[in-house]
């Protein structure tokens, strides 16, 4: 009998999908001029955005459920000391930073239709055995390949929107892709609470059962996702050809998405070397801390006002269901007024009063309302601050390369925060909020600088300070950010 050939080719160490579709290109005239704009973008909005949203609710389901599990007996069972546990955090976040930008040079290089899934099977796989393990040691090495294989999700997905959506659009759909992580906080604690009524099945405790039931949901769907996630509009099955011509031409004149960039390391140098770069990487980073280090120990924090491990497991869901509405709010409103600093400032500074509030009273009602606050700003914060680069950063290697810097470089401050809510400490807990306060308002200052900077850069192009060599340009020739007809958003 005949085999099926496989979906995907392999030529010159790249990955490709075989497909009977043609690519287009800039120069392809559109044969119907039938097309209605609105229409084709919610087809594409309908077609991408659940796909992506759905993978990251299960890396977020899969990293953070270890604090649901932790209330239903994951460090006793696994003779886990109370730092021993926060060590098992902090080997996540160093896989994961470790190969952040490898993953995204290998999506480049690659394609989203085979590296997306391919990911998402690994990860699920990982999170599964988490539930299986008999001891310490082995949930510290499941725990850092977690952590290895959810590396290139956020930051790849950040690049693949930017390759379908105008600047002016890729933001709120980034914000609509991370609104899944306070989407999974809150679905975590329900699902985690229903779980953990399974202890004794099979003879396992509830704290693997959510491993194992979690992880396997997550292979089911990067099985499912070779069928849903898709390449990039030139190739893409779910546009006609005259679709994918007039997406062409729509993106040529507003970014890079559409011309032929081969990779080269000459970009990648380029990240690197540019200092917008590394601000962008260091305001995340001090949204990142407060990030983590909520939605890791939020289900302890609650706990430690006097609630039972049922109660805190499904007290999680207010505060996330309330960070859900916010995120998708101020992503809202900033598309709509096309800024971006004073919202990242506004909410930071939102979320500082939550960690005021829980430094200064304990008394149970009021330390949860400050939960409310500390959630309520710090997600919308991380949404805007992660799709900065996306609207900023020109030249696809470049925006890959940066993409996956910003994320590494801000994920390394999840790396400290799991070691900041120590057993000591409770139940108060003043180091971790105090550390989460304190880097919030360092992303306030990092936000106002990276503010000042891309507008007097906008100002020196619009001056003609920097038009140096652009006489000589083509129509067609393309400096990317450096470009001096390019201008950033602020």
């Avoid at 050939?5 to 800039?26: A, C, L, M, R, Y």
């Avoid at 044969?31 to 973008?41: Q, V, Y």
């Avoid at 080269?264 to 001090?286: C, E, M, Q, R």
């Amino acid at each position: 009998m005949a085999s099926t050939p496989p979906p995907f080719s392999v030529e010159n160490g790249h990955v490709s999908e075989k497909s009977d579709i043609t690519p287009v290109s800039n120069g392809d005239a559109i044969e119907s001029t039938s097309i209605n704009e609105k229409a084709l973008m919610r087809k594409i909005d309908s077609r991408l955005l659940p796909a992506v949203t759905l993978l990251y609710l299960c890396s977020f389901l899969d990293r953070s459920n270890v604090g649901n599990a932790r209330l239903e007996g994951l460090s006793s069972d696994l003779d886990m000391t109370g730092n021993q546990y926060l060590t098992s955090l902090t080997l996540f976040f160093i896989g994961y930073v470790l190969f952040e930008v490898p993953c995204n040079i290998v999506l480049k290089r690659t394609s989203p239709k085979f590296w997306l899934p391919t990911m998402t099977l690994m990860w699920g796989t990982v999170c599964t055995l988490m539930g299986v393990s008999q001891s310490r040691i082995g949930f510290f090495i499941v725990r850092f390949f977690l952590g290895v294989t959810e590396s290139g999700l956020f930051a790849g997905v950040v690049f693949y929107l930017s390759m379908w959506y105008k600047r002016d659009e890729v933001h709120f759909r980034v914000a609509l892709f991370f609104s899944a992580a306070s989407l999974a906080g809150a679905f975590g604690g329900i699902l985690a609470w229903g779980i953990a009524h399974m202890r004794g099945v099979g003879g396992y405790a509830g704290w693997r059962w959510i491993f194992i039931l979690e992880g396997l949901l997550t292979v089911s769907v990067g099985a499912g996702a070779y069928l849903f996630i898709f390449n990039y509009p030139d190739t893409a099955g779910i546009l006609t050809r005259d679709e994918r011509i007039f997406i062409q031409h729509r993106l040529k004149e507003d970014n890079d998405s559409v011309r032929d960039e081969a990779f080269n390391w000459t970009n990648v140098s380029k990240a690197i070397k540019d200092p917008k770069i590394w601000l962008y990487g260091f305001s995340f980073h001090t949204v990142a801390l407060p990030l983590y280090t909520l939605t890791l120990f939020l289900p302890t924090i609650i706990q430690e006002l006097g609630y039972t491990a049922a109660e805190a497991q499904l007290l999680t869901v207010p505060p996330y269901a309330f960070a859900f509405v916010l995120t998708l709010t101020i992503a809202y409103l900033s598309e709509r007024s096309q800024i971006r600093a004073p919202f990242i400032i506004g909410c930071s500074s939102f979320a500082v009063i939550g960690y005021i509030i829980l430094l200064t009273d304990y008394r149970p009602g009021v330390s949860y309302v400050g939960v409310f606050f500390a959630a309520g700003g710090i997600y919308p914060s991380v949404a805007l601050v992660f799709s900065w680069p996306s609207n900023n950063v020109s030249g696809q290697t470049k925006r890959a390369v940066a993409t996956a810097m910003m994320n590494s470089i801000g994920t390394s401050g999840a790396i400290l925060g799991t070691q900041l809510y120590r057993a000591e400490t409770a139940p108060r807990f003043y180091l971790g909020h105090s550390f989460a306060m304190g880097y919030l308002v360092l992303n306030v200052s990092l936000t106002a600088v990276l503010w000042r900077v891309l507008n007097e850069a906008n100002k020196r192009k619009e001056s003609g300070r920097e038009n140096h060599g652009l006489e000589s340009l083509s129509e067609n020739e393309w400096l990317g950010d450096e470009d001096p007809r390019y201008r950033f958003r602020a």
